[in-house]
Structures are given as C-alpha cells and as structure tokens.
C-alpha cells in the first residue's frame, strides 16, 4: 500500500499526498518515504507565522495565499492548533480563515500539536519535504498561538514572522527574551486599531537596541488587507537560509534521531532485517554518520537477544 | 509516537446558505473533547471545497450541518463528488433540521446517520467510535 501511494505521489496524485503526510505526522514509515523523495527542481521558500492566539496568523496567511495565487505560485500551508493535554482530541480551526476557493494550486493540512514540541507539530521536516517535493514553492507553517518561549520553529523555516498586535501588554513584553529574537520580520497586525502606532514605535524602538540586527517592521491589516503587499515584499527581501533543503543533510539527521528513538524504546532486539537496513542507510550516508554507526553497534549487540521491533511505537 | 491508535479525523462544515453554526461548533467541542481531531471548516462552504478539504485533510469523517432545507439537493453531491474524488472511504454524518421522511433517503444514498436537535453529545461519539474510521483502500 505504501508502494502505491508512493508510485501515485510521484505522478502527483493529491491524494496520495495527503494520504502520505498523515503517515509523517504519526512517524510512520518516513525512511521509506524519505528515500522515494526526488529532490525539486527549486527548493521551497518556508515561512512560519507565530505569535499569542488571536492575533491574525491564519488570517494573514490566508490574504497571502490570494496575493500569492495571483502570480500562479503554488502555496501549501501546515497549520497547527493545539492538542489537548487531557483528552488527546484538537479543534483545528486555522483553515476556516483561509480562501475556500478550489484550487489545485493551494493545499491546506491542518495538525494537532501535542504539549511539549514549541507550538509546532511533531514531524513538520518530512511533512515540509514532501510538500516541497510536491512542488510547492510556498510553504507557510503556522504555530499554535506561541508562548513568549516557543522558538522551535525557527530551525524550521526560511522566515520566521512573528505577529503582534496592540494591546497585548506594555513595552516590558518586548524587552524579554525568547520569541522576538528570533523573528526575521515582526508582523503588527490589526494596524487599523487606535494603539498601534503606539505599539508600532515601542517595538521599533526595542528592537533598534540590538546590535546588528536588522529586523523590519510591517503593519498590516488582515481586515482590510492594508500592508499585505508591504508584508510580501518583506517576506521576499529576506535572504534564503541554509535549511538544508538542498542537501538534505538537516532531514537525514533528523531521520536518524527518529530512528535513534524507535532503538532505544524498542530495543531492536533480534532483527537482522533492520540490521541490513540500517546497513543499507549507513551506505546511503557515505559511512561516515555516527548516528548510525551507533545504532549497527546497538542492534548488534542485542541481535541474539528475543523479542522484536515495535514498529508502532 | 504515541502507544494508543491515532486520533480519529473528522470535518465538519456548513454548507450552502445557512448561518446558523451554534449546533455544529457544540459537535466540535464535544469530539474535540472526546479525543478525536475536528477540522472546522465553517460556513458557507460549496460542496466541492467540502470534498476538497476532507481529501486534503485526510480525514475519516465528514459531518455536514443544514438548517436551510437544501440537504437533499446538497448531501446527494457532495457524496457524489466524495465518491468521483476517490473518497468513498469517507463516512458521512448529517445534522441539524432534517424533516422525518427526508431521512430514509439520505441513509439510502449513503448516509451513515442523520443526528436531529437534542441528541446528546454522548450518542455521537459513541456513533463514531464504534463505527470507526474506514480503513483506506
């Protein structure tokens, strides 16, 4: 079944797509799946949009993907909404915001972040790849609403943006460390409300105190669309960073700490199967990654031991 | 990598004209806090970006809300296009104001089950735990 969705993938059937990321989000499969991945003529330009609950993220987004439609890019987004600690289950409501016109063009997947991995979702990098591979040229990751210390998605994303909007404290707020500092682009959405000059000058000033570092401000309204365009040509005048998107070498090591996991919960006990395969992996890594090294080492070890490979877990 | 079966998927949506979306975002909640993962698309929606949004979200359920008396003009096409779209896997559930005699048919096209006003949250969850998710072909 993999192989068919995996053979569909490749002739870009959407389905399978879809069907490919729900595999990723739960960690299922993703050395095969990461291995069938061709590399895309262009890698993706990933933008992450953070910043508290309610202040316009999935709002934003969605006047970005009409901006964006108009020049035929192809815009993917992974919106994240928190997982309840208590009962597991989510209300993802990020797409409600979005355009709901059909598009070929535009996919939208919505994910539970559980507690714990900085506003994100488990398994963004696989998910970001296959849509990349899909051929995205946009990818927008929203995070939950982000406390002042989430800043996990900042190794995942070529830009990260982060919106504030009036009202939400006093100029002590921007002075702490942690999420500011790591935005690429600080986003005052609501700009139509009476305070936002005054949020827009205390953020400015703030920030101007960092050596260095330059970090535009843009205000925009996502009511009324005002400052959409400025906020593109924000997004766009950021220099690439090196995600790694292009050698994969971020991927694989993450790929491998996964890996790392499964051994050392599961024990790998009696497995020659998954010795070849890690075998197989090192060869894929020229050799020369210690990660897997590792594992060869740990499995065997344990190679006459009982028991097996829980794959589910 | 949790140890228990991943949480179910269900959208739900309003579609048509029809503002009324109390009763749907109450389901919402009351999934949501039964562990299961709610895509809320909300109102208005056109039976294709229904279908569209269930087969981008991978999800495993679909429940519909009409309170305008369109349901049978518009279940019908959208378990239509679920099917033309190759999601036939999807399950369907109707709610909201569904007269009486209308429901037979809606359960004869392919409707998994119509829930009218006052049923407990507790018979719906039930409903979709029992039934499950279909397993993709």
Redesign the interface.
């Known amino acids: 079944?993999l192989e068919s969705l995996l053979e569909g993938f490749q002739h870009g059937d959407?389905?399978a797509l879809?069907?490919l990321?729900?595999y990723a989000s739960?960690?299922k499969a993703l050395p095969e799946i990461l291995s069938h991945l061709k590399s895309p003529p262009k890698s993706s330009q990933v933008i992450a949009f953070t910043g508290s609950a309610g202040v316009g993220k999935s709002s934003l987004i969605g006047k970005l993907i009409e901006l964006l439609r108009r020049d035929n890019r192809r815009v993917a987004v992974l919106a994240c909404d928190p997982?309840?600690p208590l009962?597991?289950?989510?209300?993802?409501?990020d797409?409600?915001r979005m355009p709901?016109?059909?598009e070929d063009d535009v996919?939208?997947?919505?994910l539970?972040a559980t507690p714990g991995h900085g506003a994100v979702a488990?398994h963004l990098p696989p998910m970001i790849r296959l849509l990349e591979s899909f051929g995205f040229d946009t990818i927008f990751i929203e995070t939950v609403g982000a406390g002042q210390s989430d800043t996990a998605v900042a190794s995942l994303a070529d830009v990260v943006a982060v919106i504030l909007q009036p009202e939400a404290g006093d100029d002590l707020q921007w002075e702490k460390a942690g999420l500011l500092e790591v935005a690429d682009i600080v986003v005052i959405n609501k700009g139509d409300l009476p305070k936002a000059d005054h949020v827009e000058s205390q953020v400015r000033t703030i920030l101007g105190l960092s050596e260095g570092r330059h970090v535009p401000i843009v205000r925009t309204s996502a009511k009324s669309g005002e400052g959409i365009d400025g906020l593109w040509a924000a997004i766009q005048a950021m220099p690439r960073k090196n995600r790694g998107g292009g050698d994969g070498r971020e991927l694989l090591l993450y790929t491998q700490e996964l890996l790392a996991?499964w051994f050392m919960?599961a024990q790998a006990k009696n497995r020659p199967d998954v010795l070849q395969l890690i075998k197989n992996w090192q060869e894929f890594t020229n050799q020369r990654d210690v990660i897997v090294r590792k594992l060869i080492q740990l499995v065997e070890k344990d190679i006459s031991a009982a028991g097996g490979l829980d794959r589910?877990? | 990598m949790s140890q228990t079966a991943p949480a179910l998927r269900v959208v739900l949506a309003k579609v048509g004209l029809d503002g009324h979306d109390r009763g749907i975002k109450v389901v919402a909640r009351g999934l949501r806090d039964a562990g299961m993962h709610v895509i809320y698309a909300g109102l208005w929606q056109t039976p294709e970006a229904v279908v569209r949004t269930v087969a981008d979200e991978d999800a495993q359920w679909l429940g519909l809300s009409l309170l305008s008396g369109a349901h049978l003009t518009l279940v019908p096409r959208i378990l239509d296009l679920l099917r033309k779209a190759g999601l036939e896997n999807v399950q369907v559930m109707v709610g909201g104001i569904i007269p009486e005699p209308d429901i037979p048919r809606l359960l004869e096209i392919g409707v998994a089950r119509v829930f009218g006003p006052g049923t407990p949250l507790s018979e719906i969850v039930e409903f979709l735990r029992e039934r499950g998710g279909a397993v993709h072909a």
Not at chain 1, 107 to 110: L, N
């Open positions: 079944m959407r389905l879809s069907r990321l729900t739960q960690g997982q309840s009962s597991g289950g989510a209300l993802l409501g797409r409600f709901t016109q059909v996919f939208i997947r919505s539970a488990e996991e919960k589910s877990d």
